[in-house]
């Protein structure tokens, strides 16, 4: 599809008329009325705000001349996925998973390559495939280029260093000082918790990656505490083996 029938679609889809939509982005009836007959293209700021106003990408407003690729982990993005600045603008060079809020949530290739691994592996592909392939892809993609000019692994560590004093300023009774995060997959560690009228709830995204840990309870028995964590939140719970029979112990907000 080409701009002009992108924009008709978006904007009767959301039952505007050109007249609204021209205020929401402060232009003329009559400039709305060439986007739509092909005659001119949005300028750049009217375009991030038809972005905003719509929900979609700029690239897919211009027809989506470009096959974008998230240049910190090298998965395809669709306006889905595709990170967000902490105004809503559309960052279009970063997945929601590796920059959030204005935060870039890897500053270990390494650590990244674990997650990816995990989601990756399939029967066409092993993880020495998959292990190789990101090994060889990653250093190649713009944000591993431009590593130090972001603020290295430096920002990152910072940011999970005020995480783990929070979480030990809770002060759980039996839980032991958290040392250190790990990035986890939300769908490894989302459990289903029982409230008290006999519903269930799950409290993570099976998408998202978290910062978290398990640990052994001081009190000894066959329950660990697990954590997961995020700029928003932290999420602090017991379980049994292999996840069975959870409790929710805390869910802050940060």
Request: charged share 25%; hydrophobic share 35%.
């Given at each position: 599809?080409?701009?002009?029938?992108?924009?008709?679609?978006?904007?009767?889809?959301n039952g505007l008329s050109q007249d609204e939509?021209?205020?929401?982005?402060?232009?003329?009836?009559?400039?709305?009325?060439?986007?739509?007959?092909?005659?001119?293209?949005?300028?750049?700021?009217?375009?991030?705000?038809?972005?905003?106003?719509?929900?979609?990408?700029?690239?897919?407003?211009?027809?989506?001349?470009?096959?974008?690729?998230?240049?910190?982990?090298g998965m395809p993005l669709e306006d889905s996925v595709i990170s967000k600045e902490k105004g809503g603008d559309f960052n279009e060079d970063?997945?929601?998973?590796?920059?959030?809020?204005?935060?870039?949530?890897?500053?270990?290739?390494?650590?990244?390559?674990?997650?990816?691994?995990?989601?990756m592996v399939n029967e066409e592909h092993s993880e020495e495939e998959v292990r190789s392939y990101l090994k060889a892809t990653l250093p190649k993609l713009d944000y591993w280029k431009r590593y130090d000019e972001l603020g290295g692994n430096g920002a990152f560590e910072k940011f999970?260093?005020?995480?783990?004093?929070?979480?030990?300023?809770?002060?759980?009774?039996?839980m032991p000082k958290v040392e250190k995060l790990n990035a986890l997959v939300g769908s490894y560690i989302n459990l289903e918790y029982r409230l008290p009228n006999g519903k269930t709830v799950k409290y993570l995204d099976d998408n998202a990656t978290y910062l978290g840990n398990?640990?052994?309870?001081?009190?000894?028995?066959?329950?660990?505490?697990?954590?997961?964590?995020?700029?928003?939140?932290?999420?602090?719970?017991?379980?049994?083996?292999?996840?069975?029979?959870p409790e929710l112990v805390i869910y802050k907000k940060r």
């Open positions: 599809m080409e701009t002009k029938e992108i924009i008709f679609e978006l904007r009767t889809k939509l021209a205020e929401k982005v402060f232009v003329t009836r009559q400039a709305v009325s060439r986007w739509e007959n092909g005659d001119t293209v949005p300028n750049t700021e009217t375009l991030k705000l038809l972005s905003k106003l719509f929900d979609v990408s700029i690239n897919t407003l211009l027809g989506s001349p470009r096959e974008l690729i998230c240049q910190c982990c970063y997945c929601k998973w590796c920059y959030a809020d204005g935060e870039y949530m890897y500053g270990d290739m390494d650590e990244l390559i674990d997650v990816c691994v995990k989601n999970k260093k005020t995480l783990i004093e929070e979480i030990n300023a809770l002060n759980i009774e039996g398990q640990l052994e309870c001081e009190f000894g028995g066959n329950r660990c505490f697990g954590i997961a964590a995020n700029m928003e939140f932290i999420l602090i719970c017991t379980y049994e083996e292999n996840g069975e029979n």
